[in-house]
T-cell receptor, first 109, second 112 residues
Framework: DAKTTQPTSMDCAEGRAANLPCNHS???????VYWYRQIHSQGPQYIIHGLKNNETNEMASLIITEDRKSSTLILPHATLRDTAVYYC??????????FGKGTMLLVSP | DADVTQTPRNRITKTGKRIMLECSQTKGHDRMYWYRQDPGLGLRLIYYSFDVKDINKGEISDGYSVSRQAQAKFSLSLESAIPNQTALYFC???????????FGSGTRLTVV
C-alpha cells in the first residue's frame, strides 16, 4: 500500500468546514483512498472512499487531485462530535488496511 | 444489535493465563480481522481471515492465535498473557473487495 502523510493535528471551530489533507504521492492506479475516523477509544468508523472522482456522502466529501497524489476530506459543518483521529489510507482492497497515526481533529466551540 | 460484537468489553487477567476474546458479525462478510491498539498509537494487525478456511498472520502475531469457527465468528486467544499485551483490541469485518471495514466496540484487556 502507498504511504500516506497527514498533519499530526488540526483545529476547527464548530460550524465551520474542516478540511483534512492527505498526501499519497506514490499511490498506484488500483489503490483507493479511504478515510476512517476514531472517536476516543471507540472502534474506527468508515467515512468515505474514492478512486479518481470526488465523492460525497452524508458524512463528508472527498476531493482527490487529478494526479491522485493528494486528497482532502471535508466535513462541511464540523460539530463537537467530530472531534476524533482521522486516518487516510491508500489500499487496493486486495490487502489489509494499515493504519498510521492519523490527524487529531479538535473541534472547539 | 451491533454489526460486530466483541466480548468481553473489559477484562483483567493475570500474567500466564490463557484468555480468549470473541468476535461475531452479522454483516455476512467473509473477511474478518483482529487489530490491537496501544495508547497514542495507530492500529496494528494481529491476524486476519479472508474466509472460513483461511488464516493469516498480521504484523504482530507472536503470542496470539486465532480460530475461525464460522463465517460469522473469529476468536483471538492469548496463550499465556503477558503485561505488554495490555491494550485495546478491535475486531473488524469487510466485504470481499475490502471496502468499508466495520469495527466492533473493542475489548480493553489488562494483564497484571
Amino acid at each position: 500500500d502507498a504511504k500516506t502523510t497527514q498533519p499530526t493535528s488540526m483545529d476547527c471551530a464548530e460550524g465551520r468546514a474542516a478540511n483534512l489533507p492527505c498526501n499519497h504521492s506514490t499511490i498506484s492506479g488500483n489503490e483507493y483512498v479511504y478515510w476512517y475516523r476514531q472517536i476516543h477509544s471507540q472502534g474506527p468508523q468508515y467515512i468515505i472512499h474514492g478512486l479518481k472522482n470526488n465523492e460525497t456522502n452524508e458524512m463528508a466529501s472527498l476531493i482527490i487531485t487529478e494526479d491522485r497524489k493528494s486528497s482532502t476530506l471535508i466535513l462541511p459543518h464540523a460539530t463537537l462530535r467530530d472531534t476524533a483521529v482521522y486516518y487516510c489510507i491508500a489500499n487496493s482492497g486486495y490487502s489489509t488496511l494499515t493504519f498510521g497515526k492519523g490527524t487529531m481533529l479538535l473541534v472547539s466551540p | 444489535d451491533a454489526d460486530v460484537t466483541q466480548t468481553p468489553r473489559n477484562r483483567i487477567t493475570k500474567t500466564g493465563k490463557r484468555i480468549m476474546l470473541e468476535c461475531s458479525q452479522t454483516k455476512g462478510h467473509d473477511r474478518m480481522y483482529w487489530y490491537r491498539q496501544d495508547p497514542g498509537l495507530g492500529l496494528r494487525l494481529i491476524y486476519y481471515s479472508f474466509d472460513v478456511k483461511d488464516i493469516n498472520k498480521g504484523e504482530i502475531s507472536d503470542g496470539y492465535s486465532v480460530s475461525r469457527q464460522a463465517q460469522a465468528k473469529f476468536s483471538l486467544s492469548l496463550e499465556s498473557a503477558i503485561p505488554n499485551q495490555t491494550a485495546l483490541y478491535f475486531c473488524a469485518t469487510s466485504d470481499d473487495r475490502g471496502f468499508g471495514y466495520t469495527f466492533g466496540s473493542g475489548t480493553r484487556l489488562t494483564v497484571v
